[in-house]
Nanobody, 121 residues
């Protein structure tokens, strides 16, 4: 059974930092590309950052230079370090695999409960 458990959200003032963590299980994590996604109220869910099994990263332009995605294949975790946060970064953050081995295809349709990030004065 695929499980994705996000944690680390909270309230922070603009310019502050938060570290989000995602614990994954039920698929071959070390061979999966992982992504962090966010959804603001009234908006569609969008990708923030991705990391492939070799550690190659991708960031959407709005978070480049402020967010850092990393992974620990021994612990099956993916972390999103968020610095210099802005109010527009507020939303619910989710992690999910973006590419998996064929036997793990069901993991692509699984979402965790997410973790709320609120950036305000």
């Amino acid at each position: 059974q695929v499980q994705l458990v996000e944690s680390g959200g909270g309230w922070v003032q603009p310019g502050g930092s938060l570290t989000l963590s995602c614990a994954a299980s039920g698929f071959t994590f070390s061979r999966a590309s992982m992504g962090w996604y966010r959804q603001a109220p009234g908006n569609e869910r969008e990708v923030c950052a991705k990391i492939n099994p070799d550690g190659v990263t991708y960031y959407v332009d709005s978070v480049k230079g402020r967010f850092t995605i990393s992974r620990d294949n021994a612990e099956n975790t993916v972390v999103l370090q968020m610095d210099n946060l802005k109010p527009e970064d507020s939303g619910v953050y989710y992690c999910k695999p973006s590419l998996v081995l064929p036997p793990d295809a069901q993991a692509l349709n699984t979402w965790g409960q997410g973790t709320q990030v609120t950036v305000s004065p």
